[in-house]
């Protein structure tokens, strides 16, 4: 499980429009979730489905240039392990 350290939503050329954890994990997960956190503590985004990824917005509008703190938890089909990645990206406009 990784993620990118940087990402900008609404560009031009079409890429690096969504912020999303990437994972080589072909047996899935058996529990998942994606939060992404302001810089005053307030959860901005949160999912439960790894294909889904965040579009640098909140509440429809567009979030400020800056830092994001994410956090995903999550346990691999068939384990019991609940492991955690989390970080921080640069929201880039």
């Given at each position: 499980v990784l993620a990118p350290t940087g990402f900008s939503?609404?560009?031009?050329?079409?890429?690096?429009?969504?912020?999303?954890v990437m994972t080589s994990c072909e047996e899935g997960f058996s529990f998942y979730e994606f939060s992404i956190y302001?810089?005053?503590g307030e959860l901005i985004y949160i999912t439960n489905n790894?294909?889904?990824?965040?579009?640098?917005?909140?509440?429809n509008v567009d979030c400020e240039i800056g830092l994001y703190i994410?956090?995903?938890?999550?346990?691999?089909?068939?384990?019991?392990?609940k492991e955690m990645l989390k970080g921080q990206i640069t929201l880039i406009r």
């Amino acid at each position: 499980v990784l993620a990118p350290t940087g990402f900008s939503p609404q560009t031009t050329n079409g890429r690096n429009d969504i912020f999303r954890v990437m994972t080589s994990c072909e047996e899935g997960f058996s529990f998942y979730e994606f939060s992404i956190y302001n810089r005053w503590g307030e959860l901005i985004y949160i999912t439960n489905n790894p294909s889904e990824g965040w579009d640098g917005t909140y509440k429809n509008v567009d979030c400020e240039i800056g830092l994001y703190i994410y956090y995903t938890n999550y346990t691999k089909e068939g384990k019991t392990k609940k492991e955690m990645l989390k970080g921080q990206i640069t929201l880039i406009r």
